[in-house]
């Protein structure tokens, strides 16, 4: 025993220490500098073939200090939208909290906005690049968006952003009718006057929004107002769906971005607080009447 001791021990004749001999281990990958696993997951997205070669970088907002100048865009493709980088370098960073729920809302945003053009082809590398991560995140997210239909998979390729047709916005809003119109019928018989009053805010919410002229703010504040009208029901499972359907609704057709202005969007958000005052008063005629043109005049 004590001999084996000896050989792993190495005592200190002055002190009376030891020193013991450890092993290197190696180190784990989720240990290791983020730029070689940033490499190594690289390597492995460009094996797949994800990444277009040919595909022009995602371009980047108009910015004073960009460094770089890169302010070009392709051919029918708008810049993104997002905050400012405060890291000096001219590139969006998105927090790394929470980073595949943030990249979905802005490539939500995106489409709205029409930013991300119907037909076109977007590459998880690429777009993870204008956003500052690396492509999980981002292909991630495209994979969500391909579950609601906002986008298609192509294999080796990419995301193609949907096409979508008049008469595929005219069936949207009537299956959103035969959701929604019941139940707010039901609704302006049983819900009590104050609890209306306490909706007002988001109406007024919806002017704001249309105020600012930017679709994507309206829409925004837009599904939160019927979500919250719709969640006075009860029917949780409902609510889900009406705001699926309202959100795909919100998307633009092929040829861009909506060709509606702001006095379209204030029009539109002013029918918020008439339904207000509607179901306050439980005239069931005008909510039904104002509910279905919403629908067909609107997202």
Not at 9 to 25: K, L, N, P
Not at 97 to 115: K, M, P
Not at 154 to 178: K, T, W
Not at 209 to 217: K, M, P, Q
Request: with cysteine; proline share 7%; aromatic share 4%.
């Amino acid at each position: 025993m004590e001999q084996a001791r000896s050989r792993c021990v190495e005592g200190s004749a002055e002190t009376g220490t030891a020193d013991v001999r450890a092993r290197t281990a190696p180190v784990p990958a989720q240990l290791r500098p983020a730029d070689e696993v940033r490499e190594r997951c690289e390597d492995a997205g460009a094996a797949r073939g994800e990444h277009i070669h040919s595909e022009a970088p995602i371009p980047r907002p108009r910015r004073a200090d960009c460094p770089r100048g890169d302010e070009g865009s392709r051919a029918g493709e708008g810049p993104l939208r997002e905050a400012p980088s405060e890291t000096g370098s001219g590139r969006p960073v998105v927090q790394r909290n929470s980073v595949r729920r943030q990249i979905l809302d802005a490539l939500r945003t995106a489409l709205v906005a029409g930013e991300l053009t119907p037909g076109q082809v977007y590459s998880a590398p690429a777009l993870g690049e204008r956003f500052g991560v690396s492509a999980t995140p981002v292909r991630e997210a495209m994979q969500q968006l391909a579950l609601e239909g906002a986008v298609e998979v192509l294999p080796n390729r990419g995301f193609r952003v949907v096409v979508r047709s008049a008469r595929e916005l005219a069936e949207l809003a009537e299956i959103r009718a035969l959701i929604e119109v019941p139940m707010m019928l039901r609704l302006a018989r049983t819900v009590p006057a104050e609890r209306w009053t306490e909706l007002r805010p988001l109406a007024e919410a919806t002017v704001r929004a249309a105020a600012s002229g930017y679709r994507a703010t309206y829409a925004e504040s837009d599904r939160a107002f019927h979500s919250a009208v719709l969640t006075l029901g009860g029917n949780e499972q409902l609510v889900r769906i009406a705001e699926d359907l309202h959100r795909r609704a919100q998307w633009p057709l092929v040829g861009g971005p909506d060709p509606r202005g702001r006095a379209d969007l204030i029009a539109d958000a002013a029918e918020h607080t008439a339904l207000l005052d509607a179901l306050t008063a439980q005239d069931l005629a005008v909510v039904q009447s104002l509910v279905r043109e919403h629908f067909t005049g609107t997202f």
